[in-house]
């Protein structure tokens, strides 16, 4: 599982640059992503747009992430694909998670 990540002033933006949050990647996933939000930054933004396929291992690790920041800090995603989209409205997890339909235009990265 690769991630890229880009701290914006108070807010860190991290890429998924797999297609696929699965069994297979799900831990190394979060480890990834507890490393990187180390530093203490309010708002994370999960930015999602290479991602094809979430299973049920790669929403329980979405989920443990946002968990592992704590009350004080947020887990926000952005840009879902229309698949992934389907399992986070199917498991009513988009009424937890702060969803956007890409990430705000000031904090996108260079490609």
Do not use: Y
Not at 76 to 104: C, G, N, W, Y
């Amino acid at each position: 599982m690769e991630l890229a990540a880009e701290q914006r002033g108070e807010i860190l933006v991290v890429r998924a640059m797999d297609d696929r949050i699965d069994a297979a990647g799900a831990i190394q996933f979060k480890d990834q992503m507890r490393e990187l939000t180390l530093a203490a930054c309010p708002r994370v933004v999960l930015d999602m747009s290479r991602v094809a396929f979430l299973d049920s291992s790669g929403l329980g690790a979405v989920v443990a992430v946002m968990k592992a920041l704590g009350p004080d800090r947020k887990l926000e995603l952005a840009s879902l694909t229309t698949t992934v989209q389907k399992v986070f409205r199917l498991t009513r997890m988009d009424s937890v998670f702060t969803i956007h339909d890409q990430v705000p235009e000031d904090l996108r990265q260079a490609d």
